[in-house]
C-alpha cells in the first residue's frame, strides 16, 4: 500500500496500524537496539514511486521502520512524505550485485545501495525478526 503521509489522518493511520501494527513501544525498541535504518539511497524503483520522485530534482532516499507485524519505506518528494507499507508476509528482500537491496511488495519495488555494514546490519535484523514472526496459520492474519 502506497499512501500519502504527510499529514495527520486517521483513516490512513488505522489503515497502516492493521496492515503493520502498531509502532513499537519504547521498551520494544532498547530491546531490538532501534527499529529504524540509516539513510538508504535509492537506486531503482517501481514505476508508481518513480513517477513520484521525479518530480523534484533532490536526491532520491528513503528510510525503514520496523512494525511488529511488517515494515515500513518512507521517502520524500517535493513536499510530501509518502510510505509504502509492507506486511511480513508479502515482503521479499534481495541482495543483488554490488551491494545493493531490492525490497519488493506485489508490483511495488524499491532497490537501495547498501554501502555500510549498518545498513547490511539492519536488513538482516529484518530477516531475523520478520522469520520469528511470521504467522503459523491464516487466523494469524
Not at 9 to 26: A, M, Q, Y
Not at 80 to 97: C, Q, R, S
Amino acid at each position: 500500500m502506497l499512501v500519502n503521509v504527510s499529514y495527520n489522518n486517521s483513516d490512513i493511520t488505522r489503515k497502516i496500524d492493521g496492515e503493520v501494527g502498531k509502532p513499537f513501544t519504547l521498551r520494544e525498541r532498547w530491546v531490538l537496539k532501534g527499529i529504524g535504518s540509516p539513510k538508504l539511497l535509492i537506486t531503482e524503483t517501481s514505476t508508481e514511486i518513480r513517477n513520484l520522485l521525479l518530480l523534484d530534482n533532490n536526491l532520491n532516499t528513503c528510510n525503514v521502520e520496523m512494525r511488529p507485524k511488517g515494515i515500513i519505506v518512507r521517502f520524500r518528494s517535493l513536499l510530501e512524505t509518502y510510505a509504502l507499507v509492507i506486511p511480513y508476509y508479502k515482503l521479499t528482500i534481495y541482495k543483488g550485485d554490488f551491494a545493493v537491496y531490492s525490497i519488493f511488495r506485489d508490483h511495488y519495488f524499491i532497490k537501495v545501495k547498501s554501502d555500510t555494514k549498518a545498513i547490511q546490519k539492519f536488513f538482516r535484523k529484518i530477516l531475523d525478526f520478520k522469520a520469528d514472526n511470521l504467522p503459523t496459520s491464516i487466523e494469524d492474519l
